[in-house]
């Protein structure tokens, strides 16, 4: 397993662990590209605290937030996709949140440039030029 499918999966164990996100690997310049359809985080967060800023707001909707990783592939381009699957309750409404995302992380030089959060996991690996079958989704 390369060091940067480590260094993501020992960030998401100290994310369900504390709350915070490790931001040592980050670059300056990172950017965190959001869904359009999750609760009140779409769009585009900026820099090393973007990733952090992002779950603070989905914080607000959903609490008892955990984020398993399922799966870690390195696409062609060497990107990581992480197959995530996560899991909440609304704090309004009470509803369990449980759902199968996919993170696609770009690294240059050792750090983190950008994120991109995909609601569907096969979206996610089609835009890296994998299938389900790679991945062993049914």
């Known amino acids: 397993m ?8 020992a960030g998401i164990e100290e994310f369900n662990r504390t709350g915070k996100v490790p931001t040592e690997f980050y670059a300056p310049d990172f950017e965190l590209h959001q869904s359009s359809s999750i609760v009140d985080t779409a769009g585009v967060f900026h820099g090393p605290d973007a990733s952090q800023a992002s779950l603070d707001e989905l914080s607000e909707s959903f609490e008892d937030m955990t984020f398993e990783p399922e799966g870690f592939l390195e696409a062609p381009g060497g990107e990581i996709v992480v197959l995530i699957h996560t899991t909440g309750r609304g704090r309004a409404s009470g509803i369990e949140l449980d759902n199968h995302i996919a993170w696609v992380w770009t690294f240059q030089g050792g750090k983190a440039t950008r994120l991109v959060v995909y609601e569907e996991q096969t979206d996610a690996l089609e835009a890296v030029g994998l299938s389900r079958s790679d991945a062993s989704l049914p």
């Not at 390369?2 to 999966?9: C, F, G, M, T, Y």
Request: no cysteine.
């Open 2 to 9: 390369s060091e940067r499918i480590e260094r993501l999966r």
